[in-house]
């Protein structure tokens, strides 16, 4: 019982990110905080898979952005498979910096990250403008680059702690 | 050059081809199906439209439950709120319950005063003569003395001798007269005697107080053989009460005739003065 319990309990610990990702996804509760400051706004879900992806991709999973990529299209009402060009995009970048990557710290990661929303909107912003009728804000899209940028080394800090509680649980 | 160019290749091959540990498919992989997802759903095809129908559906449900509780937040402020005004108003209503209580405990009172004065008004018609309402300012009991104060005296036309009742029955007479008080002297009282007839033949006797709650009778006929549960009425032979005044039933106890009282002296609250003329002599 007592084992089953820490499993489950380390089950947990290691499912918030992709539970995170899933829900921010499935919820209509987006990082745009229009209301509060006109052009504040954030993609947490790319902040997200591009961390664990970097720092410990059996967190997430491709499989996992996938289809919270699919989730988030039609909450969004984007053409299907978009988003998950996007974020499967941040995870290739992710997955590259790790194989290419030896000594990694939040300054080399917050470097990085600026390819992978690069090549993420990059291939967001030709398929919207190529395949469908969708009419986007460039300034809106910027700015929503430059705080999710921004933000990155906030969010490092807070996922830092939370994978040493991780692999603390995985010692116990 | 050619080694950081293979370098590269073997990365960029790496990054999209390894499947880790824990994953099923790799990132290639992925990419594909979700291209030929982006492609088959831009271009309109019947088979990804209705599969797109179905995913819609399920995913707005699930969208539906997964924000019903950020969704309920603004009503939650709003009930938390509705709450503190609640308690508040709550608050407020017990002061205001209990302040209605009270008042319903006072209007019991005087309902219950109400209806014992009605009682004393209708018992009024009853008894023949003028008469006055009283009511009792002091009923402390004393093993030597069993009295009541009433609030007439003088004033209201009082004098000594006069029988007090509670509704038709007898309690007493006034032996003590103020000017805006009375003292009443009960008939269970040692000092109270009282001319009283009872029967059919009828037989008189004296109503003597023995400091109990049940007077007895004395100076009964000789041959009489007593028995109990009769009527006991005033006779009047004094020339100070009136006759025909109720005072309660007999009682045999041993050798001796006890009443017990139709009224409880104990549980006095308004009593009646019959103001009578009085022989102040012949008291």
């Given at each position: 019982m007592a084992i089953l319990y820490k499993n489950l309990r380390a089950s947990i610990v290691n499912s918030l990110p992709l539970i995170i990702l899933y829900y921010l996804s499935i919820s209509e509760i987006d990082t745009h905080f229009s209301n509060m400051f006109a052009i504040l706004s954030f993609n947490l879900q790319i902040i997200i898979i591009y961390y664990w992806m970097l720092k410990?991709?059996?967190?997430?999973g491709n499989g996992h952005i996938f289809f919270a990529g699919v989730i988030n299209d039609v909450v969004m009402g984007l053409p299907l498979g978009i988003s998950s060009i996007s974020y499967l995009t941040v995870s290739f970048v992710a997955s590259y910096i790790r194989q290419v990557t030896v000594n990694m710290s939040l300054f080399t990661d917050w470097f990085t990250f600026l390819l992978a929303i690069f090549f993420s909107n990059l291939v967001y912003l030709v398929l919207i403008l190529n395949f469908s009728d969708l009419q986007i804000s460039y300034v809106d899209m910027s700015y929503n680059a430059f705080f999710t940028f921004l933000f990155y080394p906030f969010i490092w800090t807070i996922f830092n702690f939370y994978q040493k509680i991780m692999l603390l649980r995985v010692d116990d | 050059m050619s080694s950081s160019r293979d370098d590269f290749g073997i990365a960029i091959r790496s990054a999209l081809l390894q499947k880790g540990a824990r994953q099923k498919f790799s990132l290639v992989f992925l990419l594909i199906i979700s291209i030929i997802i982006f492609l088959l759903d831009t271009y309109q095809f019947k088979f990804i439209k209705l599969t797109k129908i179905l995913i819609n559906d399920s995913i707005y449900r699930a969208t539906n439950i997964a924000t019903a509780p950020f969704k309920m937040l603004p009503k939650l402020n709003e009930k938390i709120k509705e709450t503190v005004f609640a308690i508040e108003e709550n608050k407020d209503l017990k002061a205001e319950l209990k302040n209605f209580r009270n008042k319903e405990f006072q209007v019991e009172f005087l309902k219950n005063q109400n209806d014992s004065l009605r009682k004393i008004l209708e018992s009024d018609v009853k008894i023949r003569g003028k008469s006055i309402l009283a009511k009792?300012?002091?009923?402390?009991?004393?093993p030597y003395l069993k009295s009541i104060v009433i609030n007439r005296g003088s004033k209201s036309g009082i004098n000594k001798g006069m029988p007090v009742v509670d509704g038709n029955y007898l309690i007493g007479k006034i032996v003590e007269v103020n000017y805006l008080s009375s003292r009443v002297l009960l008939l269970n009282d040692l000092n109270s005697r009282i001319p009283i007839t009872f029967g059919k033949e009828p037989i008189q006797a004296i109503l003597s107080g023995k400091g109990e709650n049940k007077p007895v009778l004395e100076y009964l006929p000789e041959l009489y053989e007593p028995y109990g549960n009769q009527t006991v009425f005033t006779s009047g032979k004094d020339g100070l009460l009136l006759p025909g005044i109720p005072v309660g039933k007999t009682e045999m106890d041993e050798l001796n005739v006890k009443v017990k009282l139709f009224s409880d002296p104990n549980q006095l609250s308004f009593v009646t003065v019959q103001l009578i003329n009085t022989n102040k002599d012949k008291f």
């Open positions: 410990n991709s059996s967190v997430l | 009792v300012l002091l009923d402390k009991d004393s």
